[in-house]
């Protein structure tokens, strides 16, 4: 069964331009959720979807939004690119459908984002 | 608000020999779960063993094992037999059990395990 599947792995953007990034779950998984990572604020949560719908927000601005599509697959996209949105953006897939039974998360490598 | 603390940003330990990663989380929710993840230099995160909060016993998994007190909010992790690819770094994560896969994570613990 494949892993859960990011792309691109790497990625440089200019301020201010948009960027969206990619995340194909685990077949069969309905949820997905997208994490930030730097070294300053370690792992932060930015939102979760299942079946389309945008079901957990964590606290992030405006700028950072997401979609779910009807085969699972997940985009989230920045707009407006600072240079402190340079980070690894982790994202993990999970069955999610009944409480922490299936509720293990599986994570891809990431995407790199170097904001310039 | 629910956070996670991770005290000790570097350890290291000898190959074959034990060590403890400890984590304490503050949480006035009553029913959750706690998760220690392990992110080699590949970056993929992945899970090593994870505890639910109502269930009394540690959990086991081979050569990781854990040690809940629920009442003082900790969660340690204990290695055993430390294994060259086991240097990584550790992060402990909480979770409600109402939140769906929004986990908390604490800062991490860079272990390395030397030859």
């Known amino acids: 069964k494949a892993g859960v599947t990011q792309t691109p792995r790497y990625l440089i953007k200019t301020r201010g331009q948009q960027v969206t990034l990619s995340c194909s779950p685990i077949?069969?998984?309905?949820?997905v959720s997208w994490y930030q990572q730097t070294p300053g604020q370690g792992l932060q949560f930015l939102f979760e979807?299942?079946?389309?719908?945008?079901?957990n927000k964590g606290n992030f601005p405006g700028r950072f939004s997401g979609r779910q599509f009807s085969n699972s697959r997940s985009e989230m996209n920045v707009s407006t690119l600072e240079l402190g949105d340079s980070a690894l953006y982790l994202c993990?897939?999970?069955?999610?459908?009944?409480?922490?039974?299936?509720?293990?998360?599986?994570f891809g490598q990431g995407t790199r984002l170097t904001v310039v | 608000a629910q956070t996670v603390t991770q005290s000790q940003p570097e350890m290291s330990v000898q190959e074959a020999e034990t060590v403890t990663l400890s984590c304490t989380y503050d949480?006035?929710?009553?029913?959750?779960?706690l998760f220690w993840y392990k992110q080699p230099p590949s970056r993929q995160m992945i899970l090593v063993i994870r505890?639910?909060?109502?269930?009394?016993q540690n959990a086991t998994e081979n050569r990781f094992s854990v040690n809940f007190q629920k009442a003082a909010k900790s969660f340690s992790l204990k290695i055993s037999d430390s294994q060259l690819g086991d240097t990584a770094m550790y992060f402990c994560?909480?979770?409600?059990?109402?939140?769906?896969?929004?986990?908390?994570f604490g800062a991490g613990t860079r272990l390395t395990v030397k030859p």
């Open positions: 994560a909480f979770m409600k059990q109402s939140n769906n896969n929004d986990m908390r």
């Open positions: 077949s069969g998984h309905r949820s």
């Open positions: 505890q639910e909060a109502y269930k009394q």
């Open positions: 993990a897939s999970s069955l999610a459908e009944y409480r922490i039974r299936n509720t293990e998360a599986f």
């Open positions: 949480t006035s929710e009553s029913n959750y779960y």
């Open positions: 979807y299942f079946s389309e719908t945008q079901r």
